[in-house]
DNA sequence: GACTTATCGTGAATTTATTCACAGAAAGAG
DNA sequence: CTCTTTCTGTGAATAAATTCACGATAAGTC
């Protein structure tokens, strides 16, 4: 499997690349590195994790690049997600339109109010929390996104693991676990803000 | 100054300790790595940078700790902060109230769109993004919080460091500059959802 | 007060990540 | 066709981060 650090600068690489797909067909990793503020060593010591042969003087082929990455990322097919907790933040999410062409079907909304279930306006199906396991498993979705307040984060991403999901990306600041070979990651807002003022 | 990653999980631990702080006096290494995933090995090494003196076998005492913490990362006063776009994901951060009690003044909202701001309800001041400059002076603004599509990002940015800010959190999906004196912060959520399934 | 136990602090060992240095490949110029 | 330039790929060197091992300390027990 590939290095954490180096995982996660591919996918950064990946986004970018789909960014800039309509320019020049090339990109060097001098190029790269300067857009996400690394060095070009580090981008080619991590793109060679990928056995991808491809010299020149005039970098690496954006098309290429982009379908080897999205081989080794398994970012070639979209994956079915949901969203649990309909409230400010999961509500935005829902509607943020760009996950699907970023490759992220959401297919589900949950939430444990059902008058918000009634007024919520979207293109996407939402139900009652007490629905998740029948429609994960139904829909076959395998990421969960959690936006509900922190009390109940750790009872939703056990739910949402019995149902069969894969991966979690957890945006409330709880603290919550996961068996081993199930995926989770952290999007702590105040965490973040608080690692940047003491960068300052 | 402490070592990235050590910084990055202090500031987890110093969260933790503001939820826990009501439950008994001590915390150990060892439950502060169950909660965070991490090992008591790794917790105490962190912890040891501070040069933080507590022996026993109760643990840490969390008033302490919290208040070395709290020194050594500089996130003893609250920071002065800004949002700049009030669109779905900018407003719902602007009437997050939590951030207040974690330390974070959001003392301004800015947009580009006159109808938004004359349209937004909220307790704390908005205004045109064209006042942005003015504001942050006038209101000595350390952090701004960028929730503009990405094709303003870089602008908002430029600006906001013009205009005297010390660090940025950037919710945009855009790779932005600043000059390396300015802490930079991404929080690219289709980056953090790929690398979810890239590690499925 | 001696004994037991849970916990910390930290130097040393190990693992992981980054950086360097340079050979090799292709594109373009003359 | 040869020379120059601009890239990549990668083994070796360096740096950073994590893990281990264990002595030291204080709380609780008898
Ligand atoms: N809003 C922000 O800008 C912001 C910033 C930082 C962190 N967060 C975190 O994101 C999470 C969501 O924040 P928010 O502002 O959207 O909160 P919110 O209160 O607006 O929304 C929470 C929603 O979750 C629903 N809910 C509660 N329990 C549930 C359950 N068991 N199952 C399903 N749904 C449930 C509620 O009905 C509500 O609709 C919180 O954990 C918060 O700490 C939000
Ligand atoms: N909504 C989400 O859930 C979500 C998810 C992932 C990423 N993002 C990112 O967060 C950012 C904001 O997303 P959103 O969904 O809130 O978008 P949005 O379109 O709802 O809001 C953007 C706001 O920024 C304002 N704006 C545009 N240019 C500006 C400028 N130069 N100065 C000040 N204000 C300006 C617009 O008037 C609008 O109100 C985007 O970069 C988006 O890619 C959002």
């Known amino acids: ?20 797909k309509k320019d020049s067909g090339y990109v060097s990793s001098k190029e790269l590195a300067s ?11 991590d793109i060679s994790a990928l056995n991808l042969v491809s010299f020149g003087r005039r970098g690496y082929h ?15 097919r979209p994956y079915r997600s949901c969203i649990v907790g309909l409230g400010r933040l999961g509500s935005a999410l829902l509607d943020y339109e760009s996950f699907r062409g970023d490759g992220f079907d959401i297919v ?19 139900y009652p929390v007490s629905e998740l396991d029948q429609v994960v498993k139904n829909k076959s979705i395998e ?13 939703v991403a056990t739910t949402l693991v019995k149902s069969g999901v894969k991966g979690i990306l957890n945006f409330s600041p709880a603290q919550i676990k996961v068996p081993s070979e199930v995926v989770l990651y952290n999007m702590d807002f105040t965490s973040a803000l ?7």
């Open 1 to 20: 499997m590939l290095p954490t650090n180096t995982a996660e600068r591919l996918c950064k690489i990946y986004g970018i690349l789909q960014m800039i």
């Open 35 to 45: 857009m996400m503020g690394t060095t070009d060593f580090t981008i080619r010591k």
């Open 62 to 76: 954006i098309g290429e690049l982009s379908s080897v990455l999205g081989k080794a990322l398994q970012l070639s």
């Open 108 to 126: 589900a909304g949950f939430d444990s109010n059902i008058n918000k279930i009634e007024r919520i306006r979207t293109q996407i199906a939402v």
């Open 143 to 155: 990421v969960g996104i959690i936006a509900v307040p922190h009390n109940s984060a750790q009872e």
């Open 194 to 200: 608080r690692f940047v003022v003491s960068q300052i």
